[in-house]
């Protein structure tokens, strides 16, 4: 005769002991987890680099153009600019053999609504100090641009004097960084 109470409890101890596994997983999983450290605000930022240098005198002909976009969102909090001239040949040759409208840098960073937040136009060596930008109360989001038109020479043959320039501009924006993971989001 059967014992319809065997064939039960036999299924109920394979039912508990494949459901005590996963269970068993997710208790493991919390512990580990609570062992992990929390996710911190971090800083990302990213940089817009424009150089050039001028290695000919023939350069003078033909003016340098570059347009560069970047992107500000809700989480920019700071952008900084460096900028940098040196005009080696124009300050090596006779002042009446160029004049100041032959030699230039001129910058313009606009941002997205078309209101220019920077610039700069200089016509000999210039070294400013970096300029930060604050949001007030915060950066028009979307492609801002950063246009430069320059005109310069240099010469390689005897000495190396070349005109050149640098901008360098810095884009900070916050994100969470999560412990063992490289990406900030």
Same mark, same amino acid.
């Given at each position: 005769?059967?014992?319809? *109470? @065997?064939?039960a409890? @036999? +299924?109920m101890?394979?039912?508990?002991?494949?459901?005590?596994?996963?269970? *068993? @997983?997710?208790?493991?999983?919390?512990?580990?987890?609570s062992?992990?450290? =929390?996710?911190? =605000?971090?800083?990302?930022?990213?940089?817009?680099?424009?150089?050039?240098q001028?290695?000919?005198?023939?350069?003078?002909?033909?003016?340098?153009?570059?347009?560069?976009?970047?992107?500000?969102?809700?989480?920019?909090?700071e952008i900084?600019? &460096?900028?940098?001239?040196?005009?080696? +040949?124009?300050?090596? +040759?006779?002042?009446?053999? !160029?004049?100041?409208?032959?030699? &230039?840098?001129?910058?313009?960073?606009?941002d997205?609504? *078309?209101?220019?937040? !920077?610039?700069?136009?200089?016509?000999e060596?210039?070294?400013?100090? =970096?300029e930060?930008?604050?949001?007030n109360?915060s950066?028009?989001?979307?492609? !801002?641009? @950063?246009?430069?038109?320059?005109?310069?020479? *240099?010469d390689?043959?005897?000495i190396?004097v070349?005109?050149?320039?640098?901008?360098?501009?810095?884009?900070?924006?916050?994100?969470?960084?999560?412990?063992l993971?490289?990406?900030?989001f």
């Amino acid at each position: 005769m059967r014992r319809p *109470g @065997l064939g039960a409890a @036999l +299924l109920m101890a394979v039912l508990m002991a494949s459901t005590s596994g996963c269970m *068993g @997983l997710i208790a493991a999983r919390e512990s580990v987890e609570s062992l992990r450290p =929390e996710a911190y =605000e971090s800083f990302n930022n990213k940089k817009v680099t424009i150089m050039h240098q001028f290695t000919t005198v023939a350069d003078y002909a033909d003016e340098y153009t570059n347009r560069s976009v970047f992107l500000v969102n809700d989480k920019t909090t700071e952008i900084n600019v &460096y900028f940098k001239a040196t005009f080696e +040949l124009s300050r090596n +040759l006779p002042s009446s053999f !160029w004049d100041n409208e032959s030699r &230039y840098v001129r910058a313009t960073l606009t941002d997205s609504e *078309g209101m220019v937040q !920077w610039e700069q136009d200089v016509s000999e060596d210039a070294n400013p100090l =970096e300029e930060t930008l604050q949001p007030n109360p915060s950066f028009a989001q979307g492609e !801002w641009e @950063l246009d430069v038109k320059a005109r310069g020479g *240099g010469d390689n043959t005897v000495i190396s004097v070349n005109d050149n320039f640098v901008i360098i501009v810095t884009i900070t924006n916050t994100c969470t960084q999560y412990p063992l993971v490289e990406d900030c989001f």
